[in-house]
């Protein structure tokens, strides 16, 4: 009970500091994003990448879809929350409903049972509710090994985390730990089959990242083309599930981009390359 009212203050004292970053200027952080960017490239192409790609060569592909699927169903939670706080009703009823069939038809949403009869996926977090609230506008926020975030999705991403993610509550801290490193290795290597848009697209990749990024963030919080901007989000779930697999097999890094910017750079790419960088906050 203590370790959550100290959660609870930290939380309410990080929205009375960052509440401020509601601003024009959109990367007013910029140095610093800049060498946590640098760091992140770094940590991902010495150790973040090489290890999801053991995972992958050594792990049976129904093991890693159906951990993969495991913690889709956490996230589904989390959306149906965040369904609720935005009094999204209809939605709440169809994210809510996937839960219960993944979690029980699904063992535990091992299985994505849902998806497989032609289910609606779905992403809602905590940022997205402060923006509804009307948080609409917030500065850009590089987070170390997670990546690209603003401050009103970091302190989302602590709310969901903390208190709407299931595995925050588990007891056994060795356990809880073991499950988070799974759980960062899982998606991480959802972004292996990426193309290689974010070296080829600019000269600078990081303002690159940056720009699509929000541009992505805004579409999602505004519920633009919801059902496209969520359909490649999990690309490892589909495959082998009965689903046929999207024509444009694009990772959720490259939902950040319009259908324009997309075929621009893919316009540019050997089907040989591949990215290297770090992953997005969910």
Not at 71 to 94: P, S, V, Y
Not at 246 to 260: G, H, M, V
Request: charged fraction near 25%; include cysteine; proline fraction near 3%.
């Amino acid at each position: 009970m203590i370790k959550k009212l100290h959660s609870y203050l930290f939380i309410i004292l990080f929205g009375l500091l960052t509440g401020c970053a509601t601003v024009d200027d959109k990367d007013p952080m910029e140095g610093y994003n800049r060498a946590i960017f640098a760091f992140n490239e770094t940590a991902d192409e010495y150790v973040a990448e090489p290890v999801a790609k053991a995972y992958v060569a050594v792990a049976p592909e129904p093991v890693v879809k159906g951990i993969n699927n495991f913690f889709n169903n956490i996230r589904d939670f989390i959306t149906f929350i965040n369904d609720i706080l935005q009094l999204k009703g209809e939605h709440a009823i169809n994210d809510g409903g996937r839960v219960v069939v993944n979690t029980t038809i699904g063992l535990l949403g091992f299985i994505d049972v849902h998806s497989m009869n032609g289910g609606e996926r779905r992403k809602e977090d905590f940022g997205q509710t402060l923006a509804f609230y009307g948080w609409e506008n917030s500065a850009y926020f590089v987070l170390p090994l997670l990546g690209p975030s603003t401050v009103r999705d970091t302190g989302g991403l602590l709310v969901d985390s903390l208190f709407f993610d299931p595995i925050s509550y588990i007891e056994n801290v060795r356990v809880r730990n073991a499950i988070r490193v799974v759980q960062f290795i899982d998606a991480r290597a959802e972004l292996l089959n990426a193309t290689a848009i974010l070296d080829e697209a600019a000269l600078d990749p990081y303002a690159f990242q940056r720009d699509s990024y929000l541009q992505y963030r805004e579409r999602l919080i505004n519920d633009e083309e919801e059902q496209d901007l969520y359909e490649d989000y999990n690309m490892l779930s589909k495959q082998g599930n009965g689903e046929s697999e999207d024509s444009t097999n694009l990772s959720e890094y490259e939902l950040y981009l319009s259908d324009e910017e997309i075929n621009m750079k893919e316009d540019n790419l050997s089907g040989s390359e591949k990215v290297s960088y770090t992953s997005p906050t969910k």
